[in-house]
């Protein structure tokens, strides 16, 4: 989180006296990030998610990512783009990425950093097309088949108990699945993507 | 001097809980930290945890929920064992192996095996889980609930006999005895030479499927006993091929005329992988009834089940050549084909719920005995500790391929006769109760019932079975 979003955050809140609760736990959190306290800014961010904020589920997500939780930060990223599509930003979508490279979710990483690269500016996007490099690299042909079975395993594992992580594993596993030559388990991966991707009964 | 002291000693401590009287927050946000504290927590972030426990404790000093679970924390991150074993609990065997991590060396290295064993297996690492396992199994304290997982591993890698013998050792130790029973249960039935012998005692209400409202002086109810012997050998265990050999014997109480003595082998092949199974089977099935020979069957079996995450999927189809030895039932000799394709929705805590489609196409010497009959399905078990409990209900809407001769249009001329069609209704539950490895017992209700558009054949049935069953492996 830049230290520009932290003081405008901070003036709003100063020139607001009626910001909504949430607010100022979002400010503590982004201090901590800033100050490179992550326990404590996810914290923060926690509780200002709780208080409604949905923005605050995007920085959440970064702060586990800061703690080296890659599996969770994909989870958290996925719930909060679920609550509020449109706040992520360029940062947060380099950090998405990260989780999802940390996590050997390549296709995912690289969507990722693919969409923040159109926005990054000049220091930021070659460190991302060498990234998407790497990522090119590491998806031989040859071990695809292998990687989709590890993913779908990982996917079914989880689909029960963390049906958003589950979902990220699956999209990936499909997403393997149409570079395969075989299609190997396409069908499969696509049936599991979808109908994890599907909104819980009862949440319209 | 005092206060500044212990806020001293609070800021070198991470784990000190603050002194309270500093002055009350808002206790609705203390709340939401203490939320935010649990469920980090439970997500095994125990940093974070600790850092919502404490902001909710400078906001409500007298949380006693914030102050349990500051101490939690700190009692796992002091015990490293400790937390593997919270996080184990939990169903979280990745987390549980990152603190186990830092447990070597403490002196209770061997707990340390065990702990990490568990969640190796929890993992699908089976190779790994063996040796952590088999190193704690040498401490006595720890002996059988080693030997537990141990014989699970066993179980999934079709080892039957290594697993019995584990889950026998296993069942020793308090805690574990139901789940060790019923899995040793599981287990003799893997064995390479399997024995089981059933003895039941049954009443039946229309056992001759007398019509609606015939007369009384027709056979109607009439209980038996009866006797079932199987072996079945598996030279290599499963998979792999082998031979079953099965004995029947059923002796009514009056009707002496379906008095049931019947014999088959069968030779097979199954298969096992990690998520799904095969079997292939040829068998020969001859039963007698008073004494006379009264049909002889061929079978030939192909079924398969394949796990994908909640679902069972099932797919299993017979194909019977039989031969009715009776002249008066000669005409219903024929070849009878079977395909039921079913999905089961495991969704844990002990429950299986199944639908699916059963059909048959009974192909008989004679069109009017000929019939296509075809349906639903549905079965719910639930099993837990040595109890298993289970309904299953289906419909099948039978069609006889022509007009029977049998059944004739009531003042017809010249005559026309009936094509049967049936509706065929089948209600089964059961109680099942495992009595040690070996021993269980079972009752059965069964409920048959008959609509055809012939009112003779209007029948209904109920069958009442208590019965008692021991199966054991002998190698």
Redesign the interface.
Known sequence: MSSVRVVVLALLLAAEPNVPASEAHLVAGAEAFRAESYEKALVEFRVAEALGSTEASWYAAASLLKLGRAEDAVEAFVLAERSNRAAADALLEVYRGQACYLAQLYLCADRWFESAASRAGPRLAPQLKTLRAEIRDALQPAQLDAAIDRRLARAAELQATRPALALAYAEEAAGLAGRSTSRHRQTEAATLAARLAAPPRGSQ | MTAALLLLLAAADPCAVPPPGRGAGDPR?AA??V???D??RS?G?L??A???YL?ALSRAPDSAEARRGLEAICRSEADPLQAGADALED?DPQTALQSLANARGRGNDRAVDLLEGIARYQL?QDATAIPLLESARSDPALGESASFFLGLIALRRGDGDRASRLFDQAGRAMGLEDAARQLARMAQQEGHVVLSVGAELVYDTNVALRPDGAPLTLPGPDGSVGLTLMGLVRPWGTPGPYLRVEGQFSKQFTISELDLIGGAAALGWRLLGPSGSLTGEYAYNYQALDGRGYLADHRVFLGGSLL???FLWGAAYAAHFETYRWEALSDQSGVRQVLELDAALLP?AGFRLTAGYAGTWDAARVDPLSYLEHGPIVELVWARGPVTVGARGAIGWRTYRTEDPNYQVPDSDPPVYLRREDTRYFATTWLDLGLGAQWSVRGTVRLFRTNSNIADINATEWVFIGSVAWTGSVL
């Open positions: 946000e939401i930290y939320r935010v504290g469920s980090e997500r972030n940093g974070a600790r850092e919502a902001a169903g699908g994908t995450g909640m844990g």
